[in-house]
């Protein structure tokens, strides 16, 4: 692989020329219909959604590939992938958001271009707005009646007045359409605005996965992105206008303003054009990512919810019939400890199955039949740059949801005796071992999966070393025992959030949870 800085954009060429060439026996000419793929990262997410339109970075999500000012065409960038071979996808977590598509490679280049263009000058058409919103609403029904889902609302719902999770990043025709329009607040300005402020190359990260030669992947990349014109604003009366006569001529000699908003070299009509609309035209780009998680993390550090919530258990009627028992602790991220995995071996020790362990203790009683211990680092919200949420959720038989204080003694005795004994160097050590051995053997995954999961480890917030990026996810480096007392220490009563999770609440339950945008529930 190869790392080059197109103007702004950094971007890591991945070519599987060789392996498709020597491993797969492939002939050049086979290489035309073996799947390309592509993914871009951009540093922001909901938790940046301004307060008078909650769920916008995943509106804007939808909203970006509804045409360009090159590719006028409203779902035209799915139409040409779909046709060629290949498929799109996106999603919209806290801190970032994502967006792939793959292909025959016969296709690449053209597929890359229209997806260059949709993020870098799209025209945000607002008549594309009602359709896009219905599927918004679609998505946040589904999700809905998801008990994880629901689970992780209800954690946002008791956090601290002012922090981020209080906000309803899902995102529905209420948070998108009705609210904004009773409060009068002008969603095309906003879409623009939140496009305009984080949407810049310097915010973005781009993977590409292709069976090319290296020289050529670059040369696609470069000819896609090098020469992007800075377009700023443009209204959709005006970009209809201005797709007619511009095509391939577009903003020629203008690469190295793009993402800045300076329109120093840009005297063209197009700009002119801009300036006599600026009355309707936000003049102010929005507040920083970086700096509103500065503020957060001053004023909050790791805690989205107030410890005095620990005192107290939260019951749920669950969707699906069952029990189960939710202990959550509150840590300091660890979005960069990819070398030390502080929260792999921690997890490791609790969610041991063998003799002595807890799921064999309770096993053993009739307490209960499963148990998961971690902090899920592929989750944004559960792994991000404020805090982390380490997890041990337990699944109760009706015995142990009857004895569920023991069942939480239990996992509190066992913790208390992993902190007596002190940290391991040789169970970090065999843990790290199978981690390589893990790695060396893996199996050859899909392009778009490659190139998703990169993507999002270029993202600045993660702070990997360039040359860790294809291990980081896997491979142990750094036994660091301090940083592994620390974490355990967290892990006590005063910092514990317990909920108990049980169809046979229903009717028992005394609070409804349900503050007319989010998921409801009791």
Known sequence: YKLVQVGDLEVLLVSSY??????????????????????????VGSFSDPLEAEGLAHFLEHMVFMGSTKYPKENGYDHFVTSHGGACNAFTEGEFTVFQFDVTCEYFRKALDIFAQCLTAPLLKMEAAARELQAIESEFQQASVTDEVRLQQLFCHGAMDGHILRKFSWGNKRSLDTVPKERGVDMARMLHLFWKTHYKLQHMKLVVVAPKKMEELEEDVRKCFELQPDLGWIDEDQSQSQSKGKGKSQGKSQGKSQGKGKGKSQGNKKHKANEAKASTVPADDLESQDSMLLQQHHKYGFQAVDPVSSKS????????????????????SQQRDYRKKVAHYVAHLLGHEGEGSIIAHLKH???????????????????????????????????????????????????????AQGPQEWIYTEVKNIAALDYDYLDEGDEEDLADRLCVEMCPLLSRDRMDLLPSSFLYSEYDPQAIDSAIDLLQPGNMLVTLSSSTFKGIVNTTISTGKDMGGE
Not at 18 to 43: F, I, N, P, T
Not at 313 to 332: D, G, N, Y
């Open 365 to 419: 009683v009739g307490y209960a039949s499963y148990l998961s211990a971690g902090c899920d680092m592929d989750s944004n919200f559960d792994n991000n740059s404020l805090f982390s949420l380490f997890r041990v959720t337990i699944n109760l038989t009706s015995k142990g949801l009857s004895n569920w204080p023991y069942v939480v003694d239990t996992v509190m005795r066992y913790i208390h005796m992993t902190k």
């Open 18 to 43: 060789g392996l498709c060439r020597e491993s797969r026996g492939l002939q050049e000419e086979d290489l035309l219909s073996a799947k390309a793929a592509a993914a871009m990262c951009v540093q």
């Open 313 to 332: 258990l939260t019951r749920v009627v669950p969707i699906k019939a069952a029990h189960k028992l939710h202990l959550v602790w509150q840590w300091p």
